[in-house]
């Protein structure tokens, strides 16, 4: 997840949470046991086998001390056990019935403590068997247990809502691809899919087979995704993050469009892997393979289909300062979903815009619940916007990405909280090195921000001797969160134009203000002596409106197929 080039990353909870597991016992389980037994079972067993004990077998003919062994119906306390042994036990007992002539209490005894003792044999010779064939068989699929906890869901992964949703409705996919090169295999053991996104996980062994701390650059990979049922003409676009946990690399696809076909294609081509010492210090690799690694691997999205819901919202709304806005709707998928609108300036908001009708705009928005709680806005990271313009309607169509929408399951309200549009601007301030400081700075107010300009300094450039740079300490609450992407410009008395640039920190809280840090300044690029007068001008402004009223709740109504009009 990305919010200005930064990367947030989250952890998964582990804590057993309602008295659930935790996710090792939940992997052990379902690789171990994949069908629970009896609740009872365990006293079954130590029922059946109460009483019972190994004996030698010159001991059978031994004196007659028990029996006090039969039960109050006069069958021997060994019965249930001797059932257990099946028909080879009872084939003993017909056989041993036959060399027992004698009718006395005293032979009967006999014989059945002959035959209890065999039984006895039988039943720990079964659950000898059962106990070595059972750890023989753990210790020969030790790799495909290990492989099961290389995993995308280990406790120091990053996990989302959408992912855990997913795990927990069974759509984690195993899908086996690997390739060998260079004396090391690339696997992938889990995937991820529905119409928004894929999400892989890859491992990396050793000629051994052992699981080493590797990853890769994305310079060094080349990624196609596309349509398996239409072939490379369907080619599905799509923005790719990485991520990697001790054992496994996250690979993450975030389709920009939605994705309606139930198979997907991906190919992966690998040039160079990144060895390191070991799973934790991953700062510098102490070892890089260049290869050819060829992944291919297919997704299946017939399920996460079924439980996709596609819900149309035919809703309008032209703001007062000429943004015009048509909801089109919302799709819930398992690991998360998206809403989808087209936005469009009118002719005199494009008379303002940069670039005109085709100018960049954008909403602001939130999202709440039934009782008006907060549940995020498009400033958080998770928003991921993909926009496209059609340049014949002059529409722009928004497709955004959500890892956590389950509007099926709860009230949501779209709150429309504001909306920035790209505009020129002629807007100045003059500054005098002279008499400007920080105790007397200059004053700048345009658009919703303000700015205060404390002077202007010049400094030695370290890399180029002889060299000055000028900077301009600045402080102020600004609106936009855009306000990066200003162009400004500084001019001096003789005309000559320099070109500016934002440096420094500041902080965005819930309503959205923005308030510059401490070290918050502007470069002038090229200045390297004092001037007389400096102009600063805003020439491109990232203008936000906070003029609109609306909102809606998101229908929780749909289908799980396109919509047909």
Not at 210 to 234: E, H, T, Y
Not at 359 to 388: C, I, T, V
Request: glycine share 8%; with cysteine; hydrophobic share 35%.
């Amino acid at each position: 997840m990305r919010f200005w080039g930064c990367t947030t990353t989250k952890k998964a909870n582990l804590e057993a949470v309602d008295g659930k597991s935790m996710i090792e016992d939940r992997n052990w389980e379902n690789s171990l046991f994949h069908e629970r037994l009896p609740d009872d079972f365990t006293d079954q067993v130590m029922l059946e086998l109460e009483g019972v004990k190994i004996e030698p077998a010159d001991r059978a003919d031994a004196s007659d001390q028990d029996i006090s062994r039969y039960s109050a119906s006069g069958q021997p306390a060994g019965t249930e056990a001797q059932i257990m042994t099946g028909s080879t036990g009872h084939g003993k007992r017909r056989q041993n019935a036959a060399a027992y002539d004698d009718t006395s209490i005293v032979a009967q005894v006999k014989h059945y403590r002959l035959t209890r003792c065999s039984s006895q044999l039988k039943i720990w010779s079964v659950v000898v068997v059962v106990s070595v064939f059972a750890v023989s068989t753990l210790l020969y699929t030790q790799p495909t247990l290990a492989d099961t906890m290389r995993t995308l869901f280990a406790k120091d992964s990053y996990v989302d809502s959408g992912m855990k949703k997913a795990r927990e409705v069974g759509l984690v996919q195993i899908s086996g691809a690997s390739a060998k090169d260079q004396g090391y295999t690339l696997k992938v053991n889990e995937l991820i899919a529905d119409s928004t996104r894929m999400i892989i996980g890859i491992d990396v062994f050793d000629a051994k087979g052992n699981a080493i701390a590797g990853d890769f650059g994305l310079q060094d990979v080349d990624f196609s995704i596309f349509d398996n049922q239409r072939g490379d003409i369907g080619a599905v676009p799509f923005e790719v993050s990485t991520g990697r946990n001790e054992t496994t690399s996250r690979i993450e696809f975030d389709f920009t469009r939605p994705v309606l076909t139930d198979k997907l294609q991906l190919s992966a081509h690998i040039r160079e892997l990144r060895l390191y010492a070991d799973k934790l210090n991953v700062e510098d690799p102490i070892k890089t393979v260049k290869g050819d690694w060829r992944l291919n691997l297919e997704a299946d999205l017939t399920k996460a289909k079924e439980q996709t819901l596609l819900t149309p919202i035919d809703k309008t709304y032209e703001t007062p300062s000429g943004l015009q806005i048509h909801m089109q709707g919302a799709t819930r998928t398992p690991s998360g979903g998206s809403l989808e609108y087209t936005t469009e300036l009118t002719p005199e908001a494009a008379g303002r815009a940069l670039n005109g009708q085709s100018g960049f705009h954008e909403l602001k928005y939130h999202l709440e619940d039934a009782q008006g709680k907060w549940l995020g806005d498009n400033r958080e990271p998770e928003f991921e916007r993909r926009s496209k313009l059609d340049r014949w309607s002059g529409k722009t169509h928004w497709f955004y990405q959500f890892n956590d929408f389950a509007y099926d399951k709860q009230q949501i309200r779209f709150v429309l909280d504001g909306y920035i549009i790209r505009e020129r601007s002629e807007m100045s301030v003059v500054l005098d090195p002279a008499q400007t400081s920080a105790v007397h700075p200059v004053k700048f107010e345009d658009s919703g921000d303000a700015y205060l300009f404390k002077g202007l300094k010049l400094r030695p450039n370290s890399s180029n001797s002889g060299k000055m740079y000028a900077t301009i300490p600045v402080s102020g609450t600004l609106s936009s969160p855009n306000f990066t992407q200003d162009i400004w410009v500084a001019v001096d008395e003789n005309g000559r134009e320099y070109s500016m640039f934002f440096g420094g920190g500041y902080s965005t809280d819930r309503a959205g203000v923005i308030k510059l840090q401490e070290d918050a300044g502007y470069f002038v690029d090229g200045l390297n002596q004092m001037p007389k007068q400096l102009t600063l001008k805003r020439k491109i402004v990232n203008h936000l409106y906070k003029d609109a009223d609306w909102s809606f709740v998101i229908p929780q109504t749909g289908g799980n197929g396109v919509i047909l009009k």
